[in-house]
């Protein structure tokens, strides 16, 4: 399965994934210290680091269902359907923590915006196994469809990237 969306042919929704995860991780972390006593300001630091997430999760949510098009009906596209799925989830969840704050003065976070973005950021470790299976299939279908000898020129030789001195 080749991905719709590439840059100099890799696929782009998989480096995406990586920026909606590590806001979240982020805005989690300064609603953490806003609620254990740290500076107000952590707590709309947090507020605009949700809002941030949730901004890159929905490119990444585009793009998924981009490659979604392309994923053969089995066991890869029921994975890739939960894998996109719980990560909606995971977004729905900081969504309605950052809406739970955004008509406040202060935006800061509470304890129960805290336990909520926690179970979200649990619902997020479930997609990042989810991902992870879904990279091993595709990665095992290359294998299965090519194999070494995929790679290796009519001689039966790996090419080297660079040219040997």
């Known amino acids: 399965m080749q991905s719709r969306l590439r840059v100099q042919g890799h696929p782009i929704q998989p480096m995406l994934v990586t920026f909606p995860l590590g806001l979240f991780v ?13 500076p107000a300001i952590l707590g709309e630091v947090g507020y605009w680091t949700g809002v941030a997430a949730l901004v890159a999760a929905a490119l990444t949510a585009v793009a998924g269902m981009v490659d979604l098009w392309d994923v ?22 900081f969504l309605l923590t950052c809406l739970a704050r955004s008509h406040s003065p202060q935006r800061g976070a509470s304890a129960a915006i805290l336990v909520t973005e926690l179970v979200a950021l649990a619902v997020g470790g ?11 299939q ?3 279908g290359r ?7 995929a790679l290796a020129g009519s001689t039966g030789e790996i090419p080297r990237p660079w040219p040997s001195r």
């Open 26 to 38: 982020s805005a989690t972390i300064f609603d953490l210290t806003d609620v254990v006593g740290g």
């Open 72 to 93: 053969p009906g089995d066991r890869t596209r029921r994975t890739a359907i939960a894998f996109n799925l719980v990560n909606a989830v995971m977004a729905g969840m």
């Open 126 to 136: 479930v997609g990042v196994h989810l991902g992870a299976r879904l990279m091993r």
């Open 138 to 140: 595709f990665d095992a």
């Open 143 to 149: 294998a299965e469809a090519g194999g070494l000898e």
